[in-house]
Nanobody, 122 residues
């Protein structure tokens, strides 16, 4: 069965960096673009960014563009979210997800991880 497992979350201070990882198994990784979403307390889940298989094309939410970078290692079936200059408003549970053709709409994603908590203190 398909599994997406996130790791790397934690408690950091504003301005710090954090790198999240997502290990994928049970799917043909080459067929999927990978996305990151987040859900802050009391808020809807929101799109963070997405990367296609080749890694050439990425897409980011305005709130994170320039601070967050998505990359993937296709040989290891892994995707990463490098988060720099973190802000308290980045505090959320972060999820990785797989999609064949989707973009920013979470409904277009087929598989989801369980999430990893990121907390940024001021």
């Amino acid at each position: 069965q398909v599994q997406l497992v996130e790791s790397g979350g934690g408690l950091v201070q504003a301005g710090d960096s954090l790198r999240l990882s997502c290990a994928a198994s049970g799917l043909t990784f080459a067929n999927y673009a990978m996305g990151w979403f987040r859900r802050a307390p009391g808020k809807e889940r929101e799109f963070v960014g997405k990367i296609i298989y080749s890694g050439i094309i990425t897409n980011y939410a305005d709130s994170v563009r320039g601070r967050f970078t998505i990359s993937r290692d296709n040989a290891k079936n892994m995707v990463f979210l490098q988060m720099d200059r973190l802000k308290p408003e980045d505090t959320a549970v972060y999820y990785c997800a797989a999609t064949r053709f989707g973009n920013v709409d979470s409904a277009e994603y087929d598989y989801w991880g369980q999430g990893t908590q990121v907390t940024v203190s001021s």
